[in-house]
Nanobody, 121 residues
Framework: VQLQASGGGLVQAGGSLRLSCAAS????????MAWYRQAPGKQRELVAR???????NYADSVKGRFTISRDNAKNTVHLQMNSLQPEDTAVYYC????????????????WGQGTLVTVSS
């Protein structure tokens, strides 16, 4: 199983970016999908999460600005980030709970490689 994240970059404050993360490999089922971020010198934190049924949860710091979505047919999760601020600067990681064909039950969390988002003031 591999997770490929994309969409990071440099943007000015107030701008927007859209992150994507595609899962591939021997995938039987996907449960929750999420985005985390880690700023320099800080711990990794949950940004947003979406369940298989579409229920969403957001960190308070991004509510109203970020939107998480998923395309189950393409095993992909997106993060639309609007009104970006310098404090959003971080490496963003996708996290996906996957059950492979070789596993009879349970889900294993997989991490993407991280994509850097830099917001200039």
């Amino acid at each position: 199983v591999q997770l490929q994240a994309s969409g990071g970059g440099l943007v000015q404050a107030g701008g927007s970016l859209r992150l994507s993360c595609a899962a591939s490999g021997s995938i039987f089922s996907i449960n929750g999908m999420a985005w985390y971020r880690q700023a320099p010198g800080k711990q990794r934190e949950l940004v947003a999460r979406i369940t298989k049924g579409g229920q969403r949860n957001y960190a308070d710091s991004v509510k109203g600005r970020f939107t998480i979505s998923r395309d189950n047919a393409k095993n992909t999760v997106h993060l639309q980030m609007n009104s970006l601020q310098p404090e959003d600067t971080a490496v963003y990681y996708c996290n996906v709970d996957i059950r492979q064909y070789s596993v009879s039950y349970g889900y294993t969390p997989y991490w993407g490689q991280g994509t850097l988002v830099t917001v200039s003031s």
